[in-house]
């Protein structure tokens, strides 16, 4: 008989953890030695490590535990659909909690926004979007226009086509990617707008880039833009004024496919179910969804398509949209996102983000006064806290001193995980978040900061300039 493995000692789970589990995104360099905190439990916006410490889940989870942890509504409501029936296949049954889940959802949609393919999470949307629209002018008959814009900072996702479609360059170096498919543009990014462009000239000259772009590949090789309303993980990067609009007429002008990627910006995180019309005066012909769709109770995605394109599509003879997942509706998810859905609408979440979120982004801004913070953005419940080398000056105090990470380490002592992206701690906490527990939030990330900035004074490694 194979010896048992020994249950590790609570000292050395974390390192027994840490050499099982290849995590995503890991530094292979520290594979097994890496501090990653143990969480035990959750509730609220709260996280609770092994020791039974109570941490502030600033990032809420991935950008997804909408609701906040521990919704009793969300596991009954998984609970009964496990005990009642937990799978069909979506490949020849239906069922009425996905049809009537896919109703409510489209809803809140804009314009004619009205079909749902659902997938098993967010990389899963990307993808078969991108594959819908190669497949829907296919089906036009204009199989050369293939070729999809994107931009630098976006983040879409896992899969060969949708991390093709993301532009952070720490993600390119060992990785093979679709280059003869997707191309990028710069990032909408005001913080680095020349000091001698207006606000209306920068959001021009991006717009012009879409523009210029398309021109070059040709009208009739480009099917697709794909784009976060506000680029989510590339640093929450909020685009000029009027930049949606206006880079939604270029691709009409174009026969470009306009995809709002809103798999973090839509359920709640700015206020509204999808935020791309309500926030941005934007209405595209593909919007994707997931994280908040369950709030991260279990996977789900959507990709939500205009009737626009479907009716180009319907009927059509012999042609089947080969495209598809185990998990595409599955009776959990869907009972999961039906009682998310609930839960927003019952206690207004949507309202409570409204209301909150200006005074989340008023506090956070504070910060600005501390020396190595340069900008404070976002907008609703996401955000960044950028830390640069001088504010006159905005290069970034980047990846030598892992500045993000130690304000993350000082923080988490203090009872508040960041979301730390080199020189930018990001956060996007649960919708439920109380003006209160804002102001605790602010002012362990101020205190986290201010350590930092000793830490890095005392090792010679800045001095303010
Ligand atoms: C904007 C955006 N698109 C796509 C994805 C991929 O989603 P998933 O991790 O669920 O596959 C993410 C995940 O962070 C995201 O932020």
Same mark, same amino acid.
């Given at each position: 008989?194979?010896?048992?493995?020994?249950?590790?000692?609570?000292?050395?789970?974390?390192?027994?953890?840490?050499?099982?589990?290849?995590?995503?995104?890991?530094?292979?360099?520290?594979?097994?030695?890496?501090?990653?905190?143990?969480?035990?439990?959750?509730?609220?916006?709260?996280?609770?490590?092994?020791?039974?410490?109570?941490?502030?889940?600033?990032?809420?989870?991935?950008?997804?535990?909408?609701?906040?942890?521990?919704?009793?509504?969300?596991?009954?409501?998984?609970?009964?659909?496990?005990?009642?029936?937990?799978?069909?296949?979506?490949?020849?049954?239906?069922?009425?909690?996905?049809?009537?889940?896919?109703?409510?959802?489209?809803?809140?949609?804009?314009?004619?926004?009205?079909?749902?393919?659902?997938?098993?999470?967010?990389?899963?949307?990307?993808?078969?979007?991108?594959?819908?629209?190669?497949?829907?002018?296919?089906?036009?008959?204009?199989?050369?226009?293939?070729?999809?814009?994107?931009?630098?900072?976006?983040?879409?996702?896992?899969?060969?086509?949708?991390?093709?479609?993301?532009?952070?360059?720490?993600?390119?170096?060992?990785?093979?990617?679709?280059?003869?498919?997707?191309?990028?543009?710069?990032?909408?990014?005001?913080?680095?707008?020349?000091?001698?462009?207006?606000?209306?000239?920068?959001?021009?000259?991006?717009?012009?880039?879409?523009?210029?772009?398309?021109?070059?590949?040709?009208?009739?090789?480009?099917?697709?833009?794909?784009?976060?309303?506000?680029?989510?993980?590339?640093?929450?990067?909020?685009?000029?004024?009027?930049?949606?609009?206006?880079?939604?007429?270029?691709?009409?002008?174009? @026969?470009? $496919?306009?995809?709002?990627?809103? +798999?973090?910006? =839509?359920?709640?995180?700015? *206020?509204?179910?999808?935020? %791309? &019309?309500?926030?941005?005066?934007?209405?595209? @012909?593909? $919007?994707?969804?997931?994280?908040? +769709?369950?709030? =991260?109770?279990?996977?789900? *995605?959507?990709?939500?398509? %205009? &009737?626009?394109?479907?009716?180009?599509?319907?009927?059509?003879?012999?042609?089947?949209?080969?495209?598809?997942?185990?998990?595409?509706?599955?009776?959990?998810?869907?009972?999961?996102?039906?009682?998310?859905?609930?839960?927003?609408?019952?206690?207004?979440?949507?309202?409570?983000?409204?209301?909150?979120?200006?005074?989340?982004?008023?506090?956070?801004?504070?910060?600005?006064?501390?020396?190595?913070?340069?900008?404070?953005?976002?907008?609703?419940?996401?955000?960044?806290?950028?830390?640069?080398?001088?504010?006159?000056?905005?290069?970034?105090?980047?990846?030598?001193?892992?500045?993000?990470?130690?304000?993350?380490?000082?923080?988490?002592?203090?009872?508040?995980?960041?979301?730390?992206?080199?020189?930018?701690?990001?956060?996007?906490?649960?919708?439920?978040?109380?003006?209160?527990?804002?102001?605790?939030?602010?002012?362990?990330?101020?205190?986290?900061?201010?350590?930092?900035?000793?830490?890095?004074?005392?090792?010679?490694?800045?001095?303010?300039?």
């Amino acid at each position: 008989m194979p010896k048992s493995t020994p249950i590790p000692e609570k000292k050395d789970l974390l390192n027994t953890l840490d050499d099982r589990i290849l995590y995503p995104w890991q530094y292979l360099e520290y594979r097994g030695e890496d501090s990653r905190t143990i969480i035990d439990k959750s509730k609220g916006i709260y996280l609770y490590d092994q020791t039974g410490r109570q941490l502030i889940d600033g990032p809420g989870g991935m950008w997804n535990v909408n609701v906040g942890h521990g919704v009793k509504e969300i596991a009954d409501a998984v609970y009964n659909q496990i005990t009642k029936m937990p799978y069909a296949s979506p490949f020849t049954e239906s069922t009425e909690i996905a049809y009537n889940y896919a109703s409510r959802l489209v809803k809140y949609a804009p314009g004619d926004l009205k079909r749902v393919f659902f997938t098993s999470g967010g990389s899963s949307a990307v993808d078969s979007a991108l594959r819908f629209v190669m497949f829907y002018n296919n089906v036009r008959g204009l199989r050369d226009k293939k070729q999809i814009i994107s931009r630098h900072d976006a983040y879409h996702g896992s899969t060969f086509l949708g991390a093709s479609c993301s532009g952070k360059e720490r993600d390119k170096n060992n990785f093979d990617f679709a280059d003869n498919l997707v191309h990028h543009l710069s990032a909408p990014n005001p913080f680095k707008k020349p000091d001698d462009l207006s606000d209306e000239e920068f959001c021009d000259l991006k717009v012009k880039e879409l523009e210029n772009k398309i021109l070059e590949l040709g009208q009739d090789k480009v099917a697709a833009f794909i784009a976060e309303p506000i680029l989510a993980s590339g640093g929450v990067i909020v685009p000029p004024k009027g930049y949606h609009k206006k880079t939604r007429e270029i691709c009409t002008k174009y @026969d470009v $496919i306009y995809i709002s990627d809103e +798999i973090v910006t =839509g359920f709640g995180r700015l *206020g509204h179910i999808f935020a %791309s &019309e309500n926030y941005f005066d934007l209405e595209p @012909d593909i $919007i994707l969804l997931a994280k908040g +769709i369950t709030s =991260g109770y279990v996977p789900c *995605g959507a990709v939500v398509i %205009s &009737e626009k394109l479907m009716s180009q599509l319907d009927n059509k003879e012999k042609v089947i949209f080969s495209n598809g997942f185990t998990d595409s509706g599955h009776p959990v998810s869907m009972a999961a996102a039906t009682a998310t859905l609930d839960y927003i609408e019952k206690n207004n979440l949507l309202e409570h983000v409204q209301e909150v979120g200006p005074y989340f982004q008023s506090k956070l801004s504070e910060l600005i006064d501390l020396p190595i913070v340069g900008d404070v953005r976002g907008e609703g419940l996401m955000a960044a806290v950028e830390c640069v080398i001088s504010k006159e000056k905005k290069d970034p105090l980047n990846l030598q001193y892992e500045i993000a990470s130690r304000i993350n380490s000082h923080c988490q002592n203090l009872g508040l995980i960041v979301r730390p992206l080199f020189n930018t701690c990001v956060m996007s906490p649960s919708l439920i978040i109380t003006k209160e527990q804002i102001d605790d939030l602010v002012s362990i990330l101020r205190k986290g900061i201010e350590l930092a900035t000793d830490d890095i004074k005392k090792e010679g490694l800045w001095s303010a300039s």
